[in-house]
């Protein structure tokens, strides 16, 4: 359907025009459509040409048109605001928040927790107050009442989040860690469809978390009907923070980056007994063929029956100095590597028969190699001039030789001789058999050498997770102090890291990269007469490209009209909504 033009000429040689309102409608008997008028508006001189325009608006306000929806809202007098002034109040960033709630929808999170609460009498919203925090950790991660009183207020655009409180996003984390099972379950399902993530091998290792406190936890708490043992204790740091209680947190990962699951333990907990609780919490995840692959901290043979039970199938790195096995035959065992890439070499030994045979592949890096050459004669070097400065001692024990013996760099490479120390050359030599090699030992013999080689080298994805939720995404400090807190400080520092890894496998580029470019896109708020409206900037066409990529919707254009505040009000929650836009259209 379309306006129509038509002409007709006078006898005087002037020129009448007419408009119609026609329609295209096939014509079986003359094998072509013709033109069907619906209506004749008249001579277009005497045509009233504002009731074209209202007609215009009229249908595509019904079509939801933004501009015309906007046009269309009367002022005090009954006017169109179209001639009243613009008065612009601010604006945000609103890109990498659109993308992050776009994701977090596509997930179904919501969906979720609005199963999971209800039957909960809970009068805010939940859901808006964790993808807050859980935004917040992925922009511009600090503290819960930062992310209130300055974060949320005045930072950032988050539709639906402007009427929390303080309080409700501590009690959300608290609704978070009762659910927590049920939401990560879900999570990982949505994910795995989403994603088409690849979950034969999934990497498993842990790291500490120190808080700068001096005393450890003492007391056991009880909440939401189960007792929580106190979690910061002091343990083996990772960090070297041996002086600070800490606690442990367990993360599984895919091969792709993307985390499975998270668990929280005592600061106190060893590696190698947090293996049966992570294998019983996955039962049942339906991981399809599953390989469990964890580092030398998780080998040890309580690990390895516990992992082989119902046919579990396990690769895990074995330690090489420990003087059992691994030293004394696999490591000396003859033959030939073979080449896996330029960078890697395997070599199969196998020790024992029958139902005693241990499986174990030696694999080598030629320039790790090299490297770790390198990098000891040098420190050789700097040993054997500070050891020539040094003064003499008439007991052996001046302060800088106890902290050149008790150093974890210099320590291994001295030794004591009468009341001076010297390098000990012989283990010099010793440390060059262990240079750029690595051993590794598996239960599943379907996987070749070379197989289980490359996918041990993808551990490193944990190691990158790690690395992002220490460093980005800030896990640390932690304010919080009741276990069920950091529990769900945890699981929502794992959400952030979810969500950032999706846009990074989709658009194939750092998450810095991407919530730099989508700085592009704000959200403008000004006031038209007797409303306020917040309308999205112009998209630019990197911007456009990379939701492209993500498989993400433009936002609306108009986010929300609604009349603006009187006597002064500032806050736009107060007032009567006329109408809210907040929900980008999904894709195709």
Sequence with gaps: MYLRTTKRRNADGTEVRYYQL???VWDPAKGCAVAKVVHNFGRAETLDGDSLRRLARSI????????????????ADGVGPAGDPIRFRQSWPYGAVYVLDQIWRQLAIDEVLG????QDNIKWNVERALFAMVANRALEPCSKLYCFEQWLREDAFVPGANKLELHQLYRSMDVLEKYKSEIEKAVYFATADLMNADVDMIFYDTTSLHFEIDEEDEDELKKFDREYKPLRKRGHSKNGRTDAPQLVIGMAVTRDGLPVRSWVFEGNTADVTTV??????????RLGRCVFVGDAGMNSEANRRK????HGKYILAAKMRGGDEVTT????RPGRYREVAGNLRVKQVEVGDGERRRRYVLCHNPQEEQRQRKHRERLVQQLERELADMKPSADGHSKRMCELMSSRRFGRFLRQSGSSLVVDYSAVHREEHYDGKWVITSNDDTLTAEDLALGYKQLMRVEECWRKLKSGLRMRPVFHWRPWRINAHVTISMLALLLERIVEIRSQNTWRNVRD???????????????RIQQMSELRFNASSLLQKLKLAPPPKIVSIERAPKDGA???EDVDTVDVSTQGSQPG
């Design 60 to 75: 595509l306000r019904v079509v939801g048109d933004e501009q015309a929806q906007l046009e269309a809202q009367p002022n």
């Design 22 to 24: 026609a329609e295209n």
């Design 276 to 285: 049966a609780k992570v294998k019983a919490d996955l039962k049942g995840w």
């Design 570 to 572: 500032d806050r736009v």
């Design 115 to 118: 199963k999971l609460l209800a």
């Design 517 to 531: 470019e989508l700085k592009t896109i704000k959200v403008v708020e000004y006031d038209r007469g007797d409303y």
């Design 329 to 332: 035959e696999v490591l000396s």
């Design 307 to 310: 992992l082989a039970l119902g």
